[in-house]
């Protein structure tokens, strides 16, 4: 097992015999050094201070997903009491380790917290609290500070490129680091109960593949909640916009970036990435047949047109129909070889003046209600 999830366990385990035995106990005051040994262990080999984010069913260490602690109960339990953050600024002392586990516990049980206890625990090297995830049970209790999100997503960028390479050299997605990314992702659109857009700004025009399909993703899982996904299902239309354009690495580079017009057999090739994204998927694993569905259809409009041509008239899925509209929309306000990147409004009203046409009406009426509550803003400079 991780240290990383060693730790936790050993976390919850004393919390557990915290409920069972008074302050003194031998069994409370083992289970508590053991977590703090646990603790310092993990702080010694840790290359930052640890992160803990509690996603659904998802333990995320940083920004990696611990796989070992899959729908761990805890996760859930923490979740429920408005702890969905825990960030260990620096080294904390075994007196202070105790304080925080009392400050946790206090939240699980609903317990009255001793207000100078409070202000104590507010000046450790612990920081703990909502990442404003929506749809989230809230505690009424005062709200402890809340953990501070990296919007940078340097390392996104370079992991997403790193995983297209890896698809172009053999024909396969990395599936663990494709979930892993979309939960780095979802940890980093939020903050403060308010949905973060963190919108990644072209440096050159060869990274447009790249660019595109982290913003498309931020924004397919701000739109997923806007209509009331659940947890789990926002971080699948993550999935599916993270890889709707995984087709175009089989597109020559030059064709990609070309400034003019595309020529009738470049137009043709273009044309084949969405059949060519949902074989590669399929074929990487069967679990992501919705991204695969995704990537065949997120050309295909409202009413039929636009491409791979339908054999026969029918309605794409839902997740299709989303992805569609914040591809386009990202796509609008990106600068191209070929064009201008276009000011977000400009995009807003393409988007009405085509929706029933291209577009579903009710997702263009829920993404605009979304720009308009969310705060956009440029992750790189």
């Given amino acids: 097992m991780s240290e990383p999830a060693s730790f936790l366990n050993s976390f919850a385990h004393a919390l557990s015999v915290m409920t069972l035995y008074p302050e003194g106990h031998p069994s ?137 390479t890896e698809v172009q050299s053999r024909g396969s997605i990395p599936l663990l680091e494709a979930e892993t990314l979309v939960c780095s992702l979802a940890v980093a659109m939020h903050r403060e109960a308010q949905v973060m857009l963190p919108l990644v700004q072209l440096k050159e025009f060869d990274q447009y593949t790249t660019t595109h399909s ?56 273009m044309n084949k990435h969405p059949a060519d994204g949902a074989r590669v998927i399929i074929q990487t694993d069967g679990d992501l047949d919705l991204a695969a569905v995704v990537a065949y259809e997120h050309h295909i409009m409202l009413d039929g047109g636009g491409y791979p041509t339908l054999h026969y008239n029918r309605a794409c899925t839902l997740a299709s129909r989303l992805v569609h509209v914040c591809d386009v929309y990202d796509a609008l306000c990106t600068k191209r070889p070929y064009r201008d990147a276009w000011t977000s409004a400009a995009a807003e009203k393409y988007l009405q003046e085509r929706a029933g046409i291209e577009f579903d009406p009710t997702l263009v009426a829920s993404f605009l209600e979304m720009l308009r509550e969310g705060t956009a803003i440029s992750a790189l400079s």
């Avoid at 009331?228 to 030059?254: N, Q, S, Y």
């Fill in 214 to 269: 982290l913003n498309v993703s931020v924004l397919s899982m701000g739109l997923a909640e806007t209509i009331g996904c659940t947890p789990a299902e926002v971080r699948t239309f993550g999935v599916a916009g993270l890889l709707h354009d995984i087709g175009k690495i089989r597109i020559p580079l030059e064709v990609l970036t070309k400034p003019g017009k595309l020529t009738p057999e470049e137009r043709l090739l």
């Fill in 28 to 164: 409370r005051e083992s289970a508590i050094d053991s977590s703090y040994q646990d603790l310092s262990d993990l702080t010694s080999v840790a290359q930052r201070p640890p992160s803990f984010t509690f996603l659904d069913e998802e333990v995320i260490y940083g920004r990696q997903a611990l796989r070992d602690l899959r729908a761990w109960s805890w996760g859930r339990r923490l979740t429920a009491a408005g702890v969905q953050r825990l960030e260990f600024e620096r080294h904390v002392s075994r007196d202070e380790f105790e304080s925080f586990l009392q400050e946790i516990l206090a939240r699980l049980t609903l317990s009255a917290i001793d207000t100078s206890e409070q202000r104590q625990v507010r000046s450790l090297g612990v920081r703990f609290g909502a990442v404003g995830l929506q749809n989230q049970p809230q505690v009424a209790a005062e709200p402890l500070p809340i953990a501070t999100l990296d919007v940078r997503l340097d390392e996104e960028v370079d992991t997403l490129r790193w995983l297209q």
